[in-house]
């Protein structure tokens, strides 16, 4: 065993730095694990069109991400030989004591990297999983394979919540559950414990009124954020309240068939398609209500987001929500797929309201400052396993 006389060198990796927490979880991440302990790099691959590109949020905090542009693609068995090999030589290169992995395609190829260049210590983060409201059932079992194949070459399979945990080891059979270590997410939350609620900034944007009942949904305009039955619910508790307004924050690859079936609903005066927003705190501040209608989760950054602002908040009961709203405790859940349940919940007066304990709450299980402690003990007792260092 030996002990190093120099940083301990991180290098991070994801597919690729879209609008979204992963994004915001890697950057910090980088940032915090530097000088005089670590040296840290972030590899990523290129984003879609129809993305919103947060590569800002690093260079803001001096992260300089290193570009390998297939990462950020589907998997492909060509292309990602290609880029395990530009991997491989990134790390026999950088010569990482650690290669830690985020979101499927950068976890399979970057795994299967390390490995390959002798890396003492090989860590995956599921920020969720693709098993669910993805894909076909043909390419979900060859996901599965891979997943189970990189996870026999992982020192350590991190989830950010026990649900995952269970689903990871107990539903997908992916790794055992001695082998997943439970990390909740971690971020700077202070713009958002620090914003007033109600302070009309993003309604006068939008030509809101002040007095209109105002629910959003913010994320990818995807399949599997199932903005139809945020459309669905919204008809119907337009219905019940006619000055409602929704406002959709973010873009996608459904965009123009959100915007259709907006149309079709009888919707266009109520709803607000915003794009993607840089300062989400002053969005949150003049929310009503947060929804989250998606067929699957893992630990959405925006209900943190949200509950720290003081925005109630209403979500579909699937992945790592249940957990993350204690049951319902901190917030509504409902069926997924149901849009009466949730529109029942968005009219419900009853439907939790985020306390000044509840801000507090999200500081405390949220806050960076507990991560950092985390993965730091963590990354040093896989190296001295490893017989990296003492």
């Not at 080891?169 to 990390?183: C, G, Q, W």
């Not at 959100?258 to 109520?270: N, T």
């Not at 699937?318 to 009466?340: K, T």
Request: aromatic letters at 8%; proline letters at 5%.
């Amino acid at each position: 065993m030996t002990t190093l006389t120099r940083p301990i060198r991180i290098m991070r990796i994801i597919a690729r730095l879209n609008i979204g927490g992963p994004a915001i979880h890697v950057a910090l991440l980088t940032q915090r694990f530097g000088a005089p302990d670590y040296e840290s790099v972030l590899v990523c691959g290129n984003i879609d069109e129809a993305e919103g590109d947060m590569a800002y949020f690093a260079r803001e905090r001096g992260v300089e991400p290193v570009f390998v542009p297939a990462l950020g693609r589907a998997l492909n068995l060509l292309g990602d030989l290609r880029t395990i090999w530009m991997l491989y030589r990134l790390m026999r290169r950088y010569q990482p004591d650690v290669v830690h992995t985020h979101t499927a395609k950068a976890g399979f190829t970057g795994r299967v990297a390390a490995w390959l260049a002798g890396v003492p210590v090989i860590v995956h983060t599921f920020h969720g999983h693709v098993f669910r409201g993805y894909f076909s059932p043909t390419k979900t079992k060859i996901f599965l394979l891979l997943e189970r194949l990189t996870a026999r070459m992982s020192d350590a399979v991190i989830t950010l919540t026990e649900a995952l945990k269970r689903e990871i080891a107990d539903e997908f059979h992916v790794t055992s559950r001695d082998r997943i270590v439970v990390l909740p997410l971690g971020f700077d939350l202070t713009p958002f414990l620090t914003a007033t609620r109600k302070n009309g900034a993003f309604r006068r944007e939008w030509g809101i009124p002040d007095d209109a009942l105002l629910i959003g949904i913010v994320g990818r305009m995807v399949p599997v954020k199932n903005h139809a039955l945020f459309l669905e619910a919204a008809a119907r508790v337009r219905a019940a309240r006619p000055d409602a307004r929704f406002a959709l924050v973010g873009d996608g690859e459904l965009r123009a068939e959100i915007e259709a079936q907006v149309d079709a609903l009888g919707l266009r005066d109520a709803v607000f398609f915003t794009g993607w927003q840089r300062d989400l705190a002053r969005v949150y501040a003049d929310l009503d209500t947060l929804v989250i209608s998606s067929i699957n989760e893992g630990t959405p950054v925006s209900v943190i987001e949200a509950l720290a602002t003081g925005c109630a908040v209403v979500t579909t009961a699937v992945g790592g929500l249940p957990d993350l709203l204690e049951g319902g405790r901190l917030g509504a859940l409902v069926p997924s797929g149901d849009a009466d349940a949730l529109a029942l919940a968005l009219l419900d007066p009853h439907t939790p309201q985020p306390s000044a304990e509840t801000r507090q709450l999200m500081h405390q299980r949220y806050s960076v400052d507990r991560l950092v402690a985390d993965l730091d003990a963590l990354y040093r007792t896989l190296l001295r396993k490893s017989g990296r260092m003492v």
